[in-house]
């Protein structure tokens, strides 16, 4: 169970927003994505430089949020996380999602 929503995700598949307010250009793009994307269990990373987020997809049981504003921070700048989402293909949870 996601300890973070309380829903059934075993965080296999997982994706979170951060915040990265110092990015200013393609070069800090460049950087946040290619320190993540180094990172096992990271899937994809998307910045959006106008927004001044990334959209991260990993594997959560290789790798936490945690881990990746970390490695965000090892490479100069601050991040915070604005939210998070799993990818749910259970049978339960697409019950739940119906009566929601």
């Known amino acids: 169970m996601c300890k973070d ?13 951060l915040s990265v307010p110092g990015m200013m250009c393609e070069n800090c793009q460049n950087t946040v994505e290619s320190a993540l994307l180094k990172l096992p269990g990271v899937n994809a990373a998307e910045v ?22 970390e490695a965000i921070s090892a490479t100069g700048f601050d991040a915070s996380t604005v939210g998070h989402t799993h990818e749910h293909d259970g049978i339960m949870s697409k019950i739940t999602k119906l009566f929601k």
């Open 5 to 17: 929503c309380g829903c059934h995700s075993t965080g296999e598949n997982a994706r979170t927003l």
């Open 48 to 69: 959006d430089l106008q927004e001044k987020t990334v959209k991260v997809d990993f594997n959560g049981t290789v790798i936490t949020e945690d881990q990746l504003i």
